[in-house]
């Protein structure tokens, strides 16, 4: 079997939807391997875990040799960054450490291995992608709500220590009581209790909430949600590109062999 065989061949497997839906079902497996591992088990159930790792490490660095020898452009596949993700998380698992004082590290890139889920879904790599690609207008919604955090947090530390220094101590507690408030734990308790000195405190953290919880998260939501739809958009548009190059290709060889066979009409033609 030459190389271009064998390239075709992987290329069909690592497309194939039942063996994508096999991975998913390993990594999902390995994330109950690591989950089991946190139990109190008897010994012997231990080495079965432990060999069952080695075989999911085994069958993860197989499947990474399938989709690279069936990439069709192998320098364009380590550009990629989910394959050098899942690369790494491999090739550190391969690495025998477990007896080590790299233990604690060979743990975590064990754990890890939960997050190729990712790279092999396309649905989750969009959802992620979009989510890194909203990150800058984030950042102004979130500095603008950590301003809302800080003004509130030094008027409530001003007139609230007194009450609760537990709660309103200084400016760094009450950014936290303030995020407790947010999240509606327990939040009418702290109000009630500056009420009892404040009457008209009750303004304090209804205009918090609104401003924070109803606007400033709703317009996080929808800042995600808007990068969401522009980037299915254009992966939709990519696909239709994408297809009519294919046409357009198709079209020009169907032109030039009809231009050979015009060209060929007419050299038959002269010689007669």
């Known amino acids: 079997?030459?190389?271009?065989?064998?390239?075709?061949?992987?290329y069909t497997l690592r497309s194939n939807k039942m063996f994508?839906?096999?991975?998913?079902?390993?990594?999902?497996?390995?994330?109950l391997v690591i989950g089991a591992k946190t139990y109190n088990i008897p010994p012997n159930v231990l080495t079965v875990i432990g060999w069952l790792d080695v075989a999911i490490t085994l069958f993860f660095l197989i499947e990474?040799?399938?989709r690279f020898v069936g990439e069709p452009?192998?320098?364009?596949?380590?550009?990629?960054?989910?394959?050098?993700?899942?690369?790494?998380?491999?090739?550190?698992?391969?690495?025998?450490?477990e007896d080590s004082e790299m233990a604690l590290v060979g743990r975590l890139i064990r754990i890890f291995r939960v997050l190729r889920m990712v790279s092999i879904v396309p649905e989750l790599r969009l959802l992620l992608n979009s989510l890194i690609k909203a990150l800058p207008q984030l950042g102004y919604?979130?500095?603008?709500?950590?301003?809302?955090?800080?003004?509130?947090?030094?008027?409530?530390?001003?007139?609230?220590?007194?009450?609760?220094?537990?709660?309103?101590?200084?400016?760094?507690?009450?950014?936290?009581?303030?995020?407790?408030?947010?999240?509606?734990?327990?939040?009418?308790d702290?109000?009630?209790?500056?009420?009892?000195?404040?009457?008209?405190?009750?303004?304090?953290y209804l205009t918090f909430i609104f401003l924070t919880t109803f606007a400033f998260l709703n317009m996080v939501i929808g800042i995600v949600v808007n990068v969401m739809e522009n980037e299915h958009a254009q992966e939709e548009?990519?696909?239709?590109?994408?297809?009519?190059?294919l046409t357009i290709e198709?079209?020009?060889?169907?032109?030039?062999?009809?231009?050979l066979i015009i060209e060929a009409q007419n050299k038959q033609r002269d010689e007669v």
């Not at 079997?1 to 992987?10: A, C, E, K, P, Y």
């Not at 079902?25 to 994330?31: D, H, P, T």
């Not at 702290?190 to 009892?196: G, H, I, L, N």
């Open 250 to 259: 198709d079209l020009s060889n169907q032109i030039n062999e009809l231009k």
């Open 237 to 245: 548009k990519e696909k239709a590109l994408a297809e009519g190059q």
């Open 1 to 10: 079997m030459d190389l271009n065989t064998l390239q075709s061949r992987f």
């Open 141 to 188: 919604v979130i500095l603008l709500m950590f301003i809302i955090f800080y003004i509130y947090a030094a008027v409530g530390a001003s007139f609230f220590a007194q009450i609760n220094p537990e709660l309103w101590g200084d400016i760094s507690i009450a950014m936290l009581t303030l995020f407790r408030v947010m999240t509606f734990e327990d939040w009418t």
């Open 190 to 204: 702290v109000m009630y209790e500056t009420m009892t000195v404040y009457p008209f405190s009750w303004l304090f």
């Open 20 to 31: 994508e839906l096999f991975v998913v079902m390993v990594i999902l497996f390995s994330a």
């Open 64 to 66: 990474l040799t399938v």
């Open 73 to 97: 452009e192998k320098r364009s596949f380590f550009r990629n960054a989910w394959n050098l993700f899942d690369t790494l998380i491999v090739v550190v698992s391969l690495i025998p450490i």
